[in-house]
């Protein structure tokens, strides 16, 4: 058995560079991650590296390469829900060498172990930033540009409504291991792909927190609790009628705006940063940093409305 410790938040492409020598080195036939989105992403990352020939960045972090070999088997033991990296083949890395942070599918997982009380452990902030990430999932997933409502909308708005209740059940008692439960299969359920069928999703703020992780090494779901609120207010007078069935169904309000408000309220209510000067970032958040960010972002053509790099850096700074 061979041990690859020190797997880090938002883990580099050197991370995983290290784990495929590791893994090559000691012949390794399976293995097995235990920890969050973060952990499971690295190891999926290496078991794909460490079979790959040639570019594995290039190949499959800048374009979807064709995966024509067999990657190394990944199973998982859960201990931080928010990700839902157990349920598919996807692996967010941070490329340091040029200030990427992008994600890329390889093969999921062939068993995953989710027990809710391998969750006590965690540090408060971190339970209630995973369940963030995980609405924000499910939000964006539902506010794509498809042609019409369909059964994965309703189960998306379903799932929600859920993520709220359950994280103010452990804003109440964070020990509550029900709710803690729910919020792990909600976290399974919203990137499993079952909300995505028949879906064309939106995953822009998904893209925006990546780069500003890229640039800052901040927390995702903290960093994408800051930039939500402030993209659905630009997004909403395109997508006014499913804001507004947002805000009836996830949080009992009459108005698209009144939906985004509550939201906002939301963050605040569970303690997670509104602003980016309130995000941990190993260097300073400035506007001219934004303007990198923006300028490097990765635009999504499946919104309900496509944004200009100079629109990211607008919404970018109204989080300043």
């Given at each position: 058995m061979t041990e690859f410790p020190g797997i880090m938040p938002n883990p580099t492409y050197g991370k995983v560079m290290e784990g495929a020598a590791a893994a090559k080195e000691n012949q390794v036939e399976m293995i097995l991650g235990i920890g969050g989105g973060s952990v499971m992403d690295c190891c999926k990352a290496i078991s794909l590296v460490s079979r790959c020939k040639g570019d594995a960045w290039e190949n499959f972090w800048e374009r979807r390469g064709t995966i024509d070999f067999d990657p190394i088997p990944v199973g998982v033991i859960v201990t931080t829900a928010g990700t839902g990296s157990e349920c598919n083949g996807g692996a967010v890395i941070t490329n340091e060498a040029v200030t990427v942070k992008a994600g890329m599918g390889a093969a999921a997982p062939r068993f995953a172990v989710l027990n809710p009380s391998y969750t006590l452990s965690v540090p408060r902030m971190?339970?209630?930033?995973?369940?963030?990430?995980?609405?924000?999932?499910?939000?964006?997933?539902?506010?794509?540009?498809?042609?019409?409502?369909?059964?994965?909308?309703?189960?998306?708005?379903?799932?929600?409504?859920?993520?709220?209740?359950?994280?103010?059940?452990?804003?109440?008692n964070m020990d509550d291991l029900e709710a803690r439960g729910n919020l792990m299969w909600d976290s399974a359920m919203a990137e499993n792909g079952i909300l995505k069928v028949g879906r064309r999703t939106d995953f822009q703020a998904h893209q925006m927190e990546h780069q500003l992780g890229a640039y800052t090494d901040c927390n995702h779901g903290q960093g994408l609790a800051v930039i939500h609120p402030a993209y659905y207010r630009f997004l909403c007078p395109y997508a006014k009628e499913k804001f507004t069935r947002f805000a009836q169904v996830v949080f009992g309000k009459e108005t698209a705006e009144e939906g985004i408000d509550a939201l906002s309220a939301f963050i605040q209510e569970c303690g997670l940063p509104t602003k980016m000067g309130q995000l941990q970032s190993k260097v300073e958040i400035t506007p001219d940093l934004l303007r990198q960010v923006a300028d490097s972002c990765?635009?999504?053509?499946?919104?309900?409305?496509?944004?200009?790099?100079?629109?990211?850096?607008?919404?970018?700074c109204q989080c300043l």
């Open positions: 971190q339970v209630l930033s995973g369940a963030f990430d995980t609405l924000s999932h499910a939000m964006e997933t539902y506010f794509g540009n498809s042609d019409s409502d369909n059964v994965s909308d309703d189960v998306a708005l379903a799932i929600m409504r859920n993520i709220v209740v359950n994280m103010r059940r452990l804003l109440r990765n635009l999504i053509k499946t919104g309900p409305r496509q944004l200009t790099r100079d629109e990211v850096y607008t919404i970018l």
